[in-house]
Each structure stands twice: as structure tokens, then as C-alpha cells.
């Protein structure tokens, strides 16, 4: 079953926290010094917030997935609608190891689709191993995907 997904870099993750706290009268699932993740059921939402960098506001939407042949099923949607994706296999960033694909809108908005394999002690040991300039997104394949190019975007 698929999970939507929203990413929202905030600038200060505390006062961001009280407040989805209380608008979604649930803590959250996954707290860190710089990332909060609410995995909610009413409505099925994967909604995370970060203070990492990048423009504040939404960062990139998305669908969590509970298998890799989900995941495929999903890609094949994708690219028979002639969309570029970027693959990016055994992900590393957001505090967990996923499979994913990325993709954008027409207007430019990251859409990324993952399936989560497991927990990771870090944010970002993707970032970490990249070999590009630092501007290199948190999980996303910024070259890949033109119009994310210079943009953060964190993952998760």
C-alpha cells in the first residue's frame, strides 16, 4: 500500500515540531536533532520536516511503498508517461537505507519514490560518499534530474 510523502525544510526544527505535534495529535515517529518524521495512518502520510539547508518550504513530495515490486510497478508508470527518472539503488540519507527512483513535475517539483529497507545511524552517508561538490542533494541524483540541479533536496 502506498504512503504519501511530503519533505518541508523548516527553519527551526523545535518550534516545527510542537507545531505538527499539535496539528497532528500524534509525536513524531522519528526524532533527531534535525529531521522529524510522522508516519501517520488518518491520512496515510509519510510527512517529514528537516533544518539541513536549502530553501525553506516544501522540498519534495512523494510515495512511500512497502516493496521493490511496488517500486517497479510504480517506475513503469512513470516512464511509460515518458518521464525522465534517475535510479538511485540501496539510498543512503534520512536516517535509512532505501531503493528509489526520482523524477520531477513539469513546474520542476522533486517527486521521489522509495521503498525504506531499514534504519541508519546517520542523516546523510550518501552526501558523505559523494565525489561531486557539497551542493550534492541528501539522496537525490541532482545531475540526473535537470531541474533540480542546485537545489537541496533532502530525502525521507
Known sequence: MKRFHVHVVVPALEESVRFYTGLFGAEP??????????????PRVNFAISSRGGAVGVN?????????????????????????????????????SSNKYWSQDPAGIAWETYHTLGDIPLFGADN?????????????????????????????
Not at 533527531?32 to 488518518?42: G, I
Not at 515490486?69 to 540501496?90: F, I, N, T
Request: hydrophobic share 40%; proline share 4%.
Open 60 to 96: 519534495h513530495l512523494g510515495f512511500q511503498v512497502d516493496s521493490d515490486e511496488e517500486l517497479a510497478e510504480l517506475r513503469e508508470h512513470v516512464v511509460a508517461a515518458s518521464v525522465k527518472v534517475a535510479d538511485q539503488p540501496g539510498a543512503q540519507c534520512c536516517y535509512a
Open 128 to 156: 558523505r560518499q559523494a565525489s561531486t561538490a557539497t551542493s550534492e542533494a541528501c539522496c537525490a541524483p541532482v545531475t540526473s534530474i535537470p531541474a533540480v540541479i542546485g537545489r537541496q533536496v533532502n530525502c525521507g
Open 29 to 42: 515517529t522519528v526524532l533527531k536533532d534535525d529531521y522529524a518524521k510522522w508516519m501517520l495512518d488518518d
